[in-house]
DNA sequence: TGCTGTTTTTGGATTGGTCTAAATCTAGAG
DNA sequence: CTCTAGATTTAGACCAATCCAAAAACAGCA
């Protein structure tokens, strides 16, 4: 049973507009207008009037109306590709927490890693007039969308991912150095026989990858290279490693291309009756809550998405306030976190914190 | 370098209003929006000629505008806890699902379990003029915040959590239910001495699981009985395991209060120098992606996110369009996923798969 | 052809703010 | 006491759609 109103509102809605305040308070309507916005042209007496007014009727901001007027709405659009993985759980939270402070607000769009999908959406960003877009591309995804977006006058900061040739605005982490500081870490222990497990067909996250991986090989003088393609499931893990062991000369360390895919791998081993860690190393990407919580935990390197969400944040609010300004690429150091799946344990020799050059192609 | 863009895009924004298009398909501005609507008024001609009137001038739908006239704004506002749990991230993905299917698009908000990012949230929804709010409530959320939502005209639907007396929209898992069944297991496989670890200070979600454990020792006649409160964090899981274990008669058995209190504990178990499923059997709440990966796989109760989150966003839809429609609360039953913690491949004896009463209060 | 009853189409008001340029109001200088 | 620069305030157009009631077009029928 709904209890009844109490006060004025109006049955439907409330709908107090500046016309009802500037009339309560004395002045005019554009009165009301320059003290919501904090104008410092209004005399303090005025303003304080007018706040009154504003408390006393239980006046709320309409938004809408301002951006139909204005040029901004103080929304933008974030798409991800998995939500359900919490490597952008915690990326998403950065974002939030960045933007929330800047009273902007955020659509969310789960693409799926489908390119129609993330099309509509985006599409729909743009009648809802964002104010910019929050990008990570999924895969498959045209290379001249971002050329589109330009061509709308829609600010795009990309994450994690990036497409297309023009000059954009970007924050993910450095695969590459990612990469090379894991593969530097398994030299240092002794490993010469190291390979390299999954991978999505080619977009730029990938490729670092894979670019990071050959140019420690070639850099380290080790001849033994197994690049494994397959998508970026445990479920890839488990089947790759288990392929991968029973080659003439397996690898002694294997690197995934994210933890998920270490996961399994780890799985794949002792399946083959091998100790991850003792028989061969592995070390994952992302360095995921879960990673410490496997047996033998998971050496992985750290990306720091919270991080990332809020750098993107920052770049976007910063490209909406200077359209025309020069792009920004943020690439965040990531950092290895070592714990027993590499056999740090059981070699007792130092892991070698060498610096590798990074890079943004 | 910036390629000069093409045709007539003036300069910033393109900005083709329903004049321009009634303009060049020579119709007035009230055709041209009931074709936009798909109104059923307009003859087919008509129809066809606006249409190609729309497509040659590249002309973009304005939201805003439209809401600003019309009542609906075809958004929505959602507030989680904590994005960064895989839980919710897999909710999310079911309510952006939902959603999108109906041409609503959401706007996310991560309160960090802190009532008062939640309330400012909920204000800045209100100036965007969301049609509905999807709430999961902050810890300590004023038990009166639904009213005053009420209050606003504001649809609500409440997940996981809810508060306040009036009756709700709600859409969570039936924790009571799943509780039991945990107990019930254990029961099953012959332990006499449960205990239930962790739980937040009081809200719904937590008492219903109390509920739920103390209605299955009583049912089953056991005496022991130890609920140990705490924060809902793995750390906690982990000391609280380690103090239960060091008492005169610990348990043989202990139910967490979600998954990641639980992997806290198998982590304290460890740290004692015990085994986990066979030392003493630990189940979890919410079988997140996890459960599996761990080691022992932890034996969990699951709670379905995704399909609550479909859920929600139906519930929500279905209130927007009938404003003063009679409540509705979806308890969705959760399913025991056994696994290896809790023992059940030491002791071959089946598990019964009891039903309890469930119950939303 | 005139009349009536549908279909279609339309003008003009409306939504709730912001913007611009002009009006009004100070106060200090001459 | 008048004038003017600077500080406040305001009127009215404007943003891009929707809504309503009324006009126009069209058909069927006498």
């Given at each position: 049973m709904t209890s009844k109103r109490r006060s004025s509102a109006t049955h439907r809605e409330s709908s107090v507009t500046l016309q009802d305040i500037a009339a309560h308070a004395g002045v005019s309507r554009s009165t009301v207008s320059l003290v919501l916005r904090g104008s410092s042209l209004v005399a303090e007496p005025t303003r304080l009037k007018v706040q009154a007014s504003i408390k006393a009727l239980g006046y709320v901001y309409n938004r809408g109306a301002a951006a139909l007027r204005g040029r901004r709405t103080s929304t933008l659009g974030v798409v991800v590709y998995d939500i359900a993985n919490p490597f952008f759980g915690a990326m998403v939270a950065g974002i939030d927490n960045a933007l929330s402070r800047e009273g902007y607000v955020s659509f969310l769009a789960n693409s799926e890693d489908s390119p129609r999908r993330q099309e509509r959406f985006l599409e729909r960003m743009r009648e809802h007039a964002v104010d910019g877009i929050l990008l990570c591309p999924a895969e498959g995804t045209d290379p001249t969308l971002i050329d589109t977006l330009n061509a709308w006058g829609m600010p795009c900061i990309q994450i994690l991912r990036h497409i297309g040739e023009t000059p954009f605005d970007y924050a993910g982490p450095d695969?590459?150095?990612?990469?090379?500081?894991?593969?530097?870490?398994?030299?240092?222990?002794?490993?010469?026989?190291?390979?390299?497990?999954?991978?999505?067909?080619?977009?730029?996250?990938?490729?670092e990858r894979w670019e990071g991986y050959c140019d420690s090989l070639a850099r380290h003088g080790l001849d033994y290279k197994r690049l494994l393609r397959a998508t970026v499931t445990r479920r890839d893990g488990f089947a790759l490693i288990q392929q991968l062991m029973s080659e003439p000369t397996p690898p002694t360390a294997v690197v995934c291309h994210n933890d998920m895919v270490a996961f399994g791998a780890m799985f794949g081993l002792k399946r083959l009756g091998l100790t991850p860690g003792t028989d061969c190393a592995v070390i994952g990407i992302d360095d995921v809550e879960e990673a410490e919580l496997v047996d033998p935990a998971l050496t992985s390197v750290a990306t720091h998405p919270y991080a990332i969400g809020e750098e993107a944040a920052r770049l976007a609010l910063r490209r909406i306030h200077d359209p025309k300004g020069a792009p920004e690429q943020v690439v965040l150091s990531p950092r290895l976190q070592v714990r027993g799946s590499c056999g740090a344990r059981l070699q007792p020799r130092t892991a070698s914190a060498q610096a590798a050059s990074g890079q943004m192609p």
């Open positions: 695969f590459h150095l990612g990469v090379c500081q894991a593969v530097d870490h398994l030299v240092g222990l002794g490993h010469e026989r190291i390979a390299f497990l999954g991978g999505h067909a080619e977009h730029s996250a990938t490729r």
